[in-house]
């Protein structure tokens, strides 16, 4: 499963539904979400990805995300889930600023 964009508030409750659905009809042992086309995660896009680990989790199957951008690898970081989601504990390589 690969998302794109944003996973933001207009659209993590959606993000959510989807996996979840995903999960129930197809009841995977493992599921891995493909976010390296994402380029913002916000606080709710975090919370949507960690509620559908749980819950995928609850139904026997194991959900990784994979491919978090810099920028959206830094955020999971800073919130704390990187490891949760990503089964990576290694530190985001430093995200470069653009020169103004």
């Known amino acids: 499963m690969r998302f794109s964009g944003e996973i933001d508030v207009g659209v993590a ?24 086309q994402v380029s913002l995660l916000d606080s709710t896009g975090v919370a949507a990805l960690v509620t559908a680990k749980k819950i995928a989790a609850h139904r026997g199957c194991e959900l990784v995300v994979a491919n978090p951008a810099a920028i959206v690898r830094e955020q999971m970081a800073v919130t704390g889930v990187l490891e949760f989601l990503t089964g990576d504990d290694a530190p985001p390589a430093p995200v470069r600023r653009p020169e103004t």
């Open 13 to 36: 409750s959606e993000a959510v539904d989807v996996i979840t659905d995903t999960v129930l009809d197809g009841n995977p042992v493992r599921m891995v979400v493909d976010i390296g």
